[in-house]
């Protein structure tokens, strides 16, 4: 069973930047798909970005341009820069492997974005 350690987040203004961070035990993590999620009140949980074991990335549509993911296979870490941060981009942030069935439910980590 993988465990996934967040830390990052916090409290920015619009237009600020944060760096999220997960790190992996428990499983081969270089092999693994990992994603970011989000969730924010009242909201389903939302897919923002993955990084495949095979190096494919993908952003949602909200965070392209914005958010850049990326991971540290020797330190196995995952990570989610995120610039220009709105309003909207407030949520609790999780990252989670790709099988995960609920991706949200992790340790997550709060992200506010002030305006």
């Known amino acids: 069973e993988v465990q996934l350690v967040q830390s990052g987040g916090g409290l920015v203004q619009a237009g600020g930047s944060l760096r999220l961070s997960c790190t992996a035990s428990?499983?081969?993590?270089?092999?693994?798909?990992m994603g970011w999620y989000r969730q924010a009140p009242g909201n389903e949980c939302e897919l923002v970005s993955t990084?495949?074991?095979?190096?494919?990335?993908y952003y949602a549509d909200p965070v392209k341009g914005r958010f850049t993911i990326s991971r540290d296979n020797a330190k196995n870490t995952l990570y989610l820069q995120m610039n220009s941060l709105k309003p909207e981009d407030a949520a609790v942030y999780s990252c989670?492997?790709?099988?995960?069935?609920?991706?949200?439910w992790g340790q997550g980590t709060q992200v506010t974005v002030s305006s």
């Open positions: 989670a492997t790709g099988t995960d069935p609920m991706p949200c």
């Open positions: 990084f495949s074991g095979d190096g494919n990335i």
């Open positions: 428990g499983a081969t993590f270089d092999a693994s798909d």
